[in-house]
């Protein structure tokens, strides 16, 4: 028998401050949650999956997946101290569990809630990562990776598309972000410091080495020929 999700966050609420290990036992209970969540999923126990997603948000965020789901990015991030530099633990929570209910919306038909679900979940993942100084921890980037498979039927906006192109470069998949770029440059052609941006990138990568921007699938050349095809426009 799983912990409920009221159980597992009033743990993690109604100690703080708390240690470390604390922390991470939280969040392997929390893996443990999902990981019944999933099970429900293939069951196709759906009214008992949406029951504890929203008991989910509820004893996390102190919200109710409504709210969650219509509020703007920017300001769910701040609600949730996101802002706070270090503070991936929370961004974890929150963006595994609008995953799970993208996912449940989409098995259950609702294709435009599961499409909301997702860049949300994108979003504050990315931008969690993005404000640590340093580091890209895996158990991070797999989670990113997860919810960012899941846009490829969709139309990426702006602005996750633009978190997109700085989480590539970051974790050192230079022919991606050069992708990420260039959808960028569709999505805004005469978007001056887009292309400074842009531009900046390009001489970041022409500072690192030979082997080190083949790992990143962008050879020297290419990189090159991108930094030249910019200044063009």
Not at 85 to 109: A, I, P, Q, Y
Not at 198 to 225: C, M, N, S, W
Request: include cysteine.
């Amino acid at each position: 028998m799983f912990a409920s999700a009221t159980l597992i966050f009033s743990r993690y609420t109604s100690y703080m401050p708390v240690s470390q290990d604390y922390i991470k036992r939280m969040i392997q209970q929390f893996g443990e949650f999902l990981v019944a969540l999933k099970t429900m999923m293939i069951e196709e126990r759906y009214d008992e999956a949406r029951e504890q997603i929203d008991l989910g948000y509820r004893a996390a965020l102190s919200l109710d997946p409504e709210t969650v789901r219509s509020m703007p990015d920017d300001v769910l991030i701040l609600n949730t101290a996101m802002s706070r530099v270090g503070d991936m633990d929370k961004s974890v929570v929150l963006g595994d569990l609008l995953t799970m209910d993208g996912e449940w919306h989409e098995r259950t038909g609702d294709y435009d809630t599961a499409q909301t679900c997702y860049f949300k979940a994108a979003n504050v993942l990315t931008e969690a990562l993005l404000r640590q100084p340093f580091g890209t921890a895996k158990d991070y980037v797999e989670r990113i990776d997860l919810v960012t498979s899941k846009l490829e039927p969709y139309d990426v906006p702006f602005e996750t598309r633009w978190r997109l192109f700085h989480y590539s470069e970051r974790v050192k998949r230079f022919a991606d972000a050069e992708d990420d770029l260039f959808a960028l440059l569709d999505l805004s052609p005469d978007d001056d410091e887009l292309i400074d941006e842009g531009i900046a990138f390009y001489d970041r990568l022409l500072k690192l080495k030979d082997h080190e921007l083949i790992l990143g699938g962008l050879p020297r050349d290419e990189v090159q020929a991108g930094l030249a095809e910019l200044k063009q426009r």
